[in-house]
């Protein structure tokens, strides 16, 4: 009994050190200074306004939000597309197998983003290698002009986010008992039935952590959005990085990026709710 | 049977191929007489040679390097104790810490520097290789709470009650029953957190001191005058080590198990 | 079993304690003491660094950013310490001084001053050189590739808004050499902060937009080796290293005037080496220093001694070197103070406009 306490005392101790020490009162500082008043010269003041909230309100802010949003909900959606398959098809491989090519898929994520990116570019730009490649066929005539465009930023982010849709679905599918697949085949339940009745609600869980691994970090991606796009747009991340670095409005930024961590908390939340619903136990 | 089997190998290979086709595009070009990779102008291993003598930049990649496997180890340590925690036990305050651990994942990168930088100055810690290493185990934790956390929710907790009724401990539970179980999201938090810890730039950028410089900001930085290609030759070496190491491993684990 | 506490839960706190306390300010390897660089990568040769090291036994450790505002609200935050050295861009070196984040350099000890070009000094973002010794300078105006764009018809920012070259501008992604040019077109000072110029600059350059095929800050010559881009803003050393590779690739001085920007050195001013910093500063202007530093990173160096060592080719070469009415009819930038938020909103606007 000694025992069990010591270790969940422990385990909970250093969960709520950690976690208070540097998540809670950095934050606190952050949602302090979005109340305080910007100053010139020593960034903020010791006095309370709410009118960082107030200017926040501006069509601009809503325009640069949404087209964050944008990129961001269909990065999400394509990783998930393109990582359900490989996970899944991952897990039917032998263990030891698996395990290595597990490690293969994040090994080129191990170099610099920036300079994956100029490789991006390389491949893209107007005398790159798939235009280069699709004129030899014969596809087409042109080179397209993929580069400084949507296309090319939803590529990168894509690309840059993949591995991690791709180890969370993989963690919970992987735990998927092929016994349970195969007794509902048995059962007589054609492949749809299956995979809507049986493999979909059971890896759902990795399903909710991938997109969350994936949605809420491209939300304020913005080097690679400007590297492959050509900067002609405004995203929250430069949003906030220009509040803080080039206007030095500090109340503003942190209060954007309040307005920001409410806004998706509040989406999670009611995201979660809805599948406690629809879902019975499958969390908390 | 064959079909769809030919057609899994077919996908898994064209998925690996997207992946891998960035870095084999920067091996490439780490050969490149082409100081811009603007065309290709003809082989030389020039590169490699100034490469060698550039203590600098080495020296960066090894600050990387130790600042990432610490903080990586650390975060999956504390990130999937945290995860059984939140799953297994109630406490005060499990919903609060729960959701702070999500701020961390939704907060720009550019406003937890900066307030971990302020945090730090104020607490009157030196702006050093700690504060770096303590930021970066925060930011990598939120990856493996929720990886961690995905898996081992949906798992029968009756395995759970069995063990406790044949005496097993807390601590005896977590290590014999659950650490095994929860391995492959352990192992994917760890290699999320390796990953996240080796290329961050903004956070690191304000929290690490005048003497400790590392890798991605110093590549970063070089975008003013260009990025020279010494950089895509140190990613090849370092992609050529960390492959063989890995390959390795992997033979030595099915020698073992003969 | 009770007793054997996991190795993989022990290990990881073990690793963290050690690294606390090992991880205390290391002991000075160097006889002399150190000093402690900020700049931007690949800004300093090596070979500089090792032979000051060499030489006077300091040892430089070197550390770097990637923009003047990260390094401004870095060096901010830190109260002007940890850093001895440090090498802003013009108006950084004015706000830095206004807000008394650096220390006046002390001149006695920098013999090597004189060799400085006096046409340099004494700009308003500094005036005396109080707190600044320049390093390096430049300026940004237009880019073009002659082999789609006929040079001659390029005499000033104006010609950017040419139909003909929609969709192959290239801009830098900086709001003040991007609202510099709008407000010099429309014949205003690039340093204005009367709220009615930069907004009549806003409208002048929404216009400008859909020619604008990419803002860009890192290498903007591959835009131009790419041939993604036939013109646009663009800074001299880009279009210099840009001209070896591809000779048609070539830098014209507008009419209205190019943006010129000097980077200088300074020292915060709760530097901790400051005698080190002033014995560097020194080194770096000896004029076969300035000129391997010049001739290695490829922008414009400001000492005259260094010059006069140079190869004609380079030190005749208009695009590093421009003449001196170009110099004359430029214009450094200076600190806008307030005005930041106006400019900032407008080009918020102008991107999110798109």
Known sequence: MRDKSLFRRLVIGVVFFWITVFVFF?????????????NPVRFVEASFTLESYRSLFEPVFFQIFIQSFKNALVATLVCLVISYPFAYLLCRIRPSVRRYLLVLVIIPFWTSSLIRTYALVILLKGNGILNTLLVAVGVIHQPLQ????????????????????????????????????????????????VFARVIL???????????????????????????????????????????????RNWPFGAAASVILTAVMGIMLFAYYRSLKRFNGSVME | MTRSRFFSRFYLGFIFLFLYLPLLILIVYSFNKSKYGTGWTGWTLHWYRSLWDNTLLLDAAVNSLIVAGISSVAATAIGTLAAVAFYRYRFIGRKVLYSLVYVVMMSPDIVMGISLLIFFILVGLPIGFRTLLLSHITFCLPFVVVTVYARISGFDPRVIEAARDLGAGEFQTFRYILLPLLMPAVISGWLLSFTLSLD????????????????????????????????NALSTVLFGFTLIMVTLSQLLVKEKKR | MKNSVSLCRVLPILLISGIFCLSAPGPVSAENGEVYVYNWSEYMPDSVLSDFQKETGIKVVYTTYDSNEAMFAKVKLLDGGGYDLVFPSTYFVDRMGKEGLIQPIDKSRISNLKHLDPSLMDKPYDPGNIYSVPYLWGSTAIGVNSAFVDKEKVTGWNDLWDPAYKN????????REVFGMGLKVLGYSGNDTDPAHIEAAYEKLRTLMPNVRLFASDSPKLPFLNQEVTIGMIWNGEIYMASQENPEIGYIYPKEGAMLWMDSMVIPRNARNVENAHVFIDYLLRPEVAKTISE????????????????PEVRNNPTVY????TVQKGEFQVDVGDAILIYQKYWEKLKAGQ
Do not use: H, W
Request: charged content about 15%.
């Open chain 2, 200 to 231: 961050d730039v903004i956070v690191s950028f304000f929290v690490t001191g005048p003497s400790f410089e590392i890798l991605p900001l110093k590549i970063y930085s070089m975008v003013r005058l260009g990025v020279k290609p010494e950089v």
């Open chain 3, 322 to 325: 421009p003449d001196a009415e």
């Open chain 1, 201 to 247: 609600p059971l890896t759902l869980p990795g399903i909710i952590a991938g997109c969350i691994l994936v949605f809420l970090p491209a939300l304020g991606l913005f080097y690679i959005p400007d590297l492959l796009g050509g900067a002609k747009l405004m995203l929250l991340g430069n949003f906030i990085r220009d509040q803080f670095l080039t206007a």
């Open chain 3, 168 to 175: 192959r501008v290239l801009l830098t992604n900086d709001l």
């Open chain 1, 26 to 38: 950095p934050n606190l500082l952050v949602v302090i200074t979005s109340f305080l008043k910007r």
């Open chain 3, 296 to 311: 290695e990173i490829g922008y414009a160096t400001p000492n005259t001694a260094a010059l006069e060592l140079m190869a």
């Open chain 1, 146 to 193: 993929i580069l400084y465009n949507e296309g090319a930023v939803f590529c990168g982010l894509v690309y840059t986010l993949l591995p991690f849709m791709i180890l969370p679905l993989y963690a919970a599918i992987e735990k998927l008992d092929p016994q349970l697949v195969e007794a509902a085949y048995d059962l007589g339940a054609g492949r749809l039935q």
